[in-house]
């Protein structure tokens, strides 16, 4: 049951930085894009292999795709312990590990990084990820208590 409640677990911290990242983008002027660094990550991909990148939406869908499944891929390892000293270390680790991972991919993709090239896209981005692994780590206890009842 533990590896369903991490799978579960791993893509609703993944769904709430992506929704707390579009919601930001949307409404607040200065936030990351961090869109473009998948978007740039699949037209890269798909020029390696000579297919047309000709559709904005089709691109945009999948990278949207793609970073939500990375993302919950990242969350679920997360999500292994009910120990607080542990879960405290891991939110901590793989939140910022992520935002890390991002912010470098970020200036290696995109020559003129507007993802994430001020301190205050490098913050938010940091706090996204950390949104999203508390969000997992909670779920993925709230489903380990529950299936120990």
Not at 128 to 144: D, K, M, Q, R, T
Request: proline share 1%; hydrophobic share 40%.
């Amino acid at each position: 049951m533990s590896l369903i409640n991490r799978s579960i677990a791993g893509l609703a911290g993944s769904l709430a930085l992506t929704g707390v990242h579009q919601l930001f983008k949307k409404y607040c002027s200065g936030s990351p894009n961090l869109d473009q660094v998948g978007e740039e990550a699949i037209k890269l991909s798909l020029e390696k292999v000579d297919a047309p990148t000709t559709d904005e939406e089709q691109v945009y869908a999948a990278a949207m795709g793609g970073n939500i499944l990375s993302n919950a891929l990242l969350f679920s390892t997360l999500a292994t312990s009910t120990n607080t000293s542990q879960i405290i270390s891991k939110t901590l680790g793989t939140g910022l590990l992520g935002a890390a991972g991002t912010i470098g991919l970020a200036d290696q993709l995109l020559g003129n990084n507007k993802a994430t090239n001020t301190d205050q896209k490098k913050w938010m981005t940091a706090g996204y990820y950390l949104v999203g692994a508390v969000v997992s780590i909670g779920v993925y206890n709230l489903l380990e208590r529950k299936s120990k009842k």
